[in-house]
């Protein structure tokens, strides 16, 4: 039998008030549920004899616990549909039957505090979550956005982040504390931020002062260079060729095998910033000069990996939809077949060929995997010797 849960948006005010349906949900129950904070708040609600059953971390006990009750009264902070936890029963419970009775969730009432009209407003999670949607927000100049924060991805914390790979042109409003008697709402700048601390919980809400400069096509003097060798870069027209053919759009997880001074992958989350991007270098110099490129030209969330591509362990790495290889060491029918015992099917490989015997590794590797070559340009930039951009996918 499906069980039913009454999931309640609750705000943080001590005084709180609850309409006359909730009130009657909660005379006709027995069994209750919620974070601590949200016993304190309702607890005066409750009919004598009720069971509460905390919720906690990891949730495998609560759930557990949920399973011994046919009907659960759940309280939540603001909109359980909003990153809430109406989505985690659906995830955790899928046939359960789900009540929900909202209030307004922490950004909109941030949006109220600040008399900021939010309907165009893009709002994410950095609750528990990794850095990769807020990063693909502001490489994507998004001008006006919601942010949830935790006690890690603090606002200091998202501040210093931003800072670091140069988007300073947004302002931050922060709100602590709200709906509650210690509420604070105030209006800074990123540096200000940085250097403050802020009680929780909070969240904030970015707004662009200018839009910042986005190039399609980054000329390779404008990076920082293996040595200052400008012969080590893949060339602007070449590295926008190489992208086109490996079509990022539809892809999700990008190799690049060989990054060096890291153009190929820098301009690749300039473009595609959706993109999860694993980049392997041999040099340890490349360490250093990914870290200065990515600040440089505001793309974090590329991970570099240093070491012997052949012989490190890549268990551990999304496997790929998408690779570039940037360099072989001489290795590349092997590197070619290691790179397919990870690769996705449908996967695209993309390799720029600078000499006939390079050439026909890749071809005699592709043949050895049983990829099929898709396309051959041979291309002629300046004075530099031609190069031919190969691409196979793996059926």
């Not at 006359?20 to 004899?49: C, D, M, T, W, Y």
């Not at 939809?321 to 449908?346: K, N, P």
Request: glycine share 8%.
């Amino acid at each position: 039998m499906a069980r039913k849960y009454y999931i309640i948006g609750i705000t943080d005010d001590a005084e709180l008030e609850l309409s006359s349906a909730v009130l009657k949900i909660i005379a006709e129950n027995k069994v209750f549920s919620g974070g601590l904070r949200h016993h304190q708040l309702v607890e005066k609600f409750l009919p004598l004899g009720a069971t509460w059953i905390d919720i906690t971390v990891p949730l495998d006990g609560v759930f557990d616990a949920y399973k011994e009750h046919k009907e659960i009264v759940v309280f939540a902070s603001g909109d359980p549909l909003f990153f809430g936890f109406a989505g985690t029963v659906q995830r955790r419970d899928p046939e359960a039957i789900i009540e929900v009775f909202p209030t307004f969730n922490s950004l909109q009432l941030l949006a109220h505090r600040s008399l900021l009209p939010y309907e165009g407003m893009r709002t994410l999670s950095l609750t528990g979550r990794p850095w990769k949607r807020f990063e693909q927000a502001l490489i994507e100049g998004e001008p006006l956005l919601g942010v949830l924060t935790d006690r890690n991805k603090t606002p200091n914390a998202i501040a210093q982040r931003m800072l670091d790979y140069g988007y300073n042109n947004y302002r931050m409003i922060v709100g602590e504390n709200l709906g509650n008697a210690l509420e604070r709402v105030a209006e800074y700048s990123i540096e200000e931020v940085a250097q403050r601390s802020f009680s929780m919980p909070n969240c904030l809400i970015l707004k662009q002062t200018h839009p910042r400069h986005r190039p399609l096509g980054i000329p390779e003097s404008d990076f920082a260079l293996l040595d200052g060798r400008a012969k080590m870069i893949t060339k602007m027209p070449i590295r926008l060729l190489s992208l086109a053919a490996l079509d990022l759009r539809s892809h999700q997880t990008l190799w690049d095998v060989g990054f060096c001074t890291g153009s190929v992958s820098i301009e690749a989350k300039l473009q595609f910033p959706h993109l999860e991007i694993i980049s392997f270098e041999q040099r340890e110099a490349g360490r250093a000069l990914m870290e200065t490129n990515t600040r440089r030209f505001g793309t974090p969330g590329i991970t570099a990996v240093i070491g012997d591509f052949m012989k490190m362990d890549l268990a551990g790495y999304p496997r790929p939809d998408a690779v570039f290889i940037g360099g072989h060491g001489g290795q590349l029918v092997s590197m070619i077949q290691r790179i397919d015992s990870y690769l996705t099917e449908g996967g695209v490989i993309v390799f720029n060929s600078v000499s006939p015997e390079s050439r026909e590794a890749f071809y005699e590797g592709a043949e050895s995997c049983k990829w099929h070559i898709v396309s051959s340009q041979r291309i002629t930039l300046d004075e530099h010797n031609p190069i031919t951009i190969l691409k196979a996918v793996k059926p």
